[in-house]
């Protein structure tokens, strides 16, 4: 029976453990039921914890592949960013850098990890993105849940619910200030989101034509924040493409985390005539506690 001393942690997106978004992290799960995950996930307390077992039978993958499941403290997600790149950086540091497959409950999610000036960079590619309207109704609770106001937002970037493996709400925030000002309605937001099965609202501000500063509050996971969102970012490549707020074919930079004194960077790959996101980022080991 694996115990929460059996955990591997790493950090996502930040090459110093104190940074980026920490997972857990178990390469072999086969011994664990569902409420077992579950509560391995909740001991360990990150924001998801991902667990890994054979692949399904006759899954065919070019490289090493896997099923992989992502719980929260409070439930399983269906897709993890930051527990993805965390995981198959402990992978690469095993059994070396290539390319892998996680075989997810939103389908397989390739993730190629190479090794740049001496650091292990992941790189996840989502599955098929969409992108839907927000409800006027629904847009109005958000907004008092987070206590923001119609005029806190940025019109240039209007409400989306984008997925890229997970339901986010992508508000953009009008100024930076807005954003670092982050005290909201834990209850009232989680109770929103459950309605919309979102699993994080994204919130974002936009520095340049290709920089972005991000928050992603996540009481659903029973967490305040998420200190780096690797499927949130995702959808939000998503999103910023299909509103055409950035070309085709671009690289967009997301800070995370900067607020919470746990920075982290991810990087946003679109390339033209492929509706897939990339999601890149580093990873770190954490130290052991004692």
Request: glycine share 10%; net charge negative; with cysteine.
């Amino acid at each position: 029976m694996i115990t929460t001393a059996d955990v591997l942690r790493y950090t996502a997106f930040s090459t110093d453990p104190e940074g980026g978004n920490p997972a857990g992290v178990v390469l072999d799960a086969s011994g664990l039921d569902d409420a077992a995950m579950l509560a391995v996930a909740a001991e360990v307390g990150y924001s998801e914890s991902a667990f890994l077992t054979a692949p399904p039978q006759g899954f065919d993958a070019s490289g090493q592949a896997f099923t992989a499941r992502y719980f929260s403290p409070k439930a399983e997600v269906p897709f993890c960013g930051h527990a993805t790149v965390a995981t198959a950086v402990a992978l690469a540091e095993r059994t070396g850098p290539g390319d892998f497959v996680f075989v997810t409950p939103v389908g397989p999610v390739p993730v190629t990890v190479a090794s740049v000036g001496g650091v292990l960079i992941a790189t996840l590619t989502s599955v098929e993105p969409h992108i839907e309207e927000t409800a006027g109704e629904d847009l109005r609770e958000a907004l008092a849940a987070l206590d923001w106001t119609a005029e806190d937002l940025d019109p240039a970037l209007p409400p989306r619910i984008a997925f890229a493996g997970a339901r986010h709400l992508v508000l953009a925030a009008a100024t930076r200030a807005r954003l670092a000002d982050l005290q909201y309605d834990f209850a009232r937001l989680e109770a929103l989101m459950h309605r919309l099965d979102l699993t994080t609202v994204q919130l974002v501000w936009r520095e340049s034509d290709s920089v972005f500063h991000v928050r992603d509050p996540f009481p659903v996971g029973g967490v305040v924040e998420d200190p780096a969102t690797g499927a949130a970012a995702a959808a939000f490549g998503a999103y910023a493409r299909e509103l055409g707020l950035v070309p085709g074919e671009s690289e967009l930079t997301l800070h995370q985390g900067v607020d919470m004194g746990r920075p982290g960077v991810l990087t946003v790959t679109l390339r033209e005539g492929d509706p897939r996101v990339r999601v890149s980022g580093s990873g770190a080991r954490i130290p052991e506690l004692g």
